[in-house]
């Protein structure tokens, strides 16, 4: 019983360990991510691909590639003929450069800013479709009630990045600059 005992009480002590690393990793990354947001430069690099630009850019926010990993866009990219319940198919031919382009300036490929943070909280396998679906996405977000987005009409959902970020489009995605619509000032 008592090696029992003692067994769980180290097992417990290497989680807080554990849990305490996590805990400065993650301060890390936010002071890194506020250090970025005070020099004055984007959180991600702006879409600049001009096929993204007009081909994705004229239904959606040509979302910053930083803000998924490669495999994300892999699997987007690949599944264009059912894009979220719409067919978004290109040609080979306007697909192939999108695709490339993505994948390299994707958060897990020496991306900067906040791109790394993204990177980091995903697990080597893990392929989100959806930004709102990462773990760094929801840490940045926890705070915000779904009712002020996606029950907002004026916004719709966490996908529209650019109805509550002024900036989005350039890549900034700084908390102070941030109107929920229909709400006063949001502040965490």
């Not at 264009?80 to 382009?101: K, Q, V």
């Not at 989100?128 to 773990?135: D, Q, S």
């Amino acid at each position: 019983m008592k090696k029992f005992l003692h067994a769980i009480g180290l097992g417990l002590f290497l989680l807080a360990g554990v849990g305490l690393a996590l805990s400065d990793y993650d301060q890390e990354r936010e002071e890194e991510d506020h250090d970025y947001a005070e020099q004055g430069r984007p959180d991600f690099t702006p879409a600049e691909h001009p096929g993204y630009l007009q081909e994705c850019g004229a239904c959606h926010l040509a979302y910053p590639p930083g803000l998924l990993p490669a495999r994300s866009w892999a699997r987007i990219m690949g599944g264009l003929g059912d894009h979220f319940g719409d067919n978004a198919e290109l040609s080979a031919a306007e697909a192939g450069p999108i695709g490339t382009y993505l994948q390299a300036q994707a958060a897990d490929r020496g991306a900067r800013g906040r791109a790394r943070s993204v990177a980091a909280s995903l697990g080597p396998e893990q392929a989100p479709l959806r930004i709102a679906a990462t773990p760094w996405f929801r840490r940045q977000h926890h705070e915000i009630p779904a009712s002020m987005v996606a029950g907002n009409p004026q916004v719709g959902g966490f996908g529209n990045c650019q109805a509550c970020h002024r900036g989005a489009e350039d890549g900034s995605f700084d908390e102070h600059r941030v109107s929920i619509p229909g709400y006063p000032y949001w502040d965490d």
